[in-house]
């Protein structure tokens, strides 16, 4: 069987860095709505499950994008599958916060 070599590249720190902090970013509104979701229901007059929805969309979305990054982990590696992911999630909190 044939082994890989691996090269190191100089910014790999900054690749898991970025996604880290856009992963860490993400769960930071999920966490923060979620013990206080009777206080918004009451005080906005709206129904629980908006409110719910909001921390709901990570594990949600997790389930729907686990096969193609698992995919592209074993086509692509780990730095492009980070980079994609990276992305991705800078992309949804943009548009979370562009959108509010």
Same mark, same amino acid.
Request: hydrophobic share 65%; with cysteine.
């Given at each position: 069987m044939e082994t890989k070599q691996y090269k190191e590249v100089p910014y790999r720190? $900054? $690749?898991i860095a970025t996604y880290l902090f856009a992963s860490l $970013?993400?769960?930071v509104p999920s966490n923060t709505f979620s013990a206080m979701t009777s206080k918004v229901e009451n005080e906005f007059h709206i129904p629980s499950i908006?409110?719910?929805l909001n921390f709901?969309?990570?594990p949600i979305s997790?389930? +729907?994008? #686990?096969?193609? $990054?698992n995919w592209s982990l074993t086509k %692509? =590696? +780990? %730095?492009f599958s980070f980079i +994609? #992911?990276?992305?991705?999630? +800078? #992309? =949804?909190v943009w548009l979370r916060t562009t959108l509010s």
């Open positions: 720190y $900054v $690749v $970013v993400n769960q908006l409110v719910t709901l969309f990570f997790h389930c +729907i994008f #686990a096969m193609p $990054v %692509r =590696g +780990i %730095r +994609i #992911a990276a992305v991705t999630m +800078i #992309a =949804g």
